[in-house]
C-alpha cells in the first residue's frame, strides 16, 4: 500500500523559491507514476507535474513550465517539487499523487499549503 506525505510547505514573497517533498512509502512498480496537484477554495483541481520512474519522463501543467522543477530521490523515497521566480497566483494546496498509469490519481497525500505574497 503506498502512502504520501507531503511536507516543505510555507509563506514566500513573489519572486522567491520553495521545495516541496513528498515521503513515499510502500512498493512501487518500476514504471510507478509520481505527481503534484494543486487546488485553492472555489477552484478545480489543477495538474502541475508528473514524473515516471525508470524513464524519468516528465510532464508540466502550462501554468508552471519552465518555474517548476519535479524529480525523485530514490535513495531518499522521496519526491520533490522544486519551485521557482513564485507568483501569488501560485497560493494554493499542494498534492503529492501516484498511479500506475498517467494521470497519476490512484494515491493522495494530506496536502501542504503554499502561500505567495506579493
Known amino acids: 500500500q503506498v502512502q504520501l506525505v507531503e511536507s516543505g510547505g510555507g509563506l514566500v514573497q513573489a519572486g522567491e523559491s520553495l521545495t516541496l517533498s513528498c515521503l513515499v512509502s510502500?512498493?512501487?512498480?518500476?514504471?510507478?507514476?509520481f505527481g503534484w496537484y494543486r487546488q485553492a477554495p472555489g477552484k478545480e483541481r489543477e495538474f502541475v507535474a508528473a514524473?515516471?520512474?525508470?524513464?524519468?519522463?516528465?510532464y508540466y501543467g502550462d501554468s508552471v513550465k519552465g518555474r517548476f522543477t519535479i524529480s525523485r530521490d530514490s535513495a531518499k523515497n522521496t519526491v520533490f517539487l522544486q519551485m521557482n521566480s513564485l507568483k501569488p497566483e501560485d497560493t494554493e494546496v499542494y498534492y503529492c499523487?501516484?498511479?500506475?498509469?498517467?494521470?497519476?490519481?490512484?494515491?493522495w497525500g494530506q496536502g501542504t499549503q503554499v502561500s505567495v505574497s506579493e
Open positions: 510502500g512498493r512501487t512498480y518500476s514504471s510507478y507514476i
Open positions: 514524473y515516471r520512474q525508470g524513464t524519468r519522463w516528465t
Open positions: 499523487t501516484g498511479g500506475k498509469s498517467y494521470p497519476p490519481q490512484d494515491k
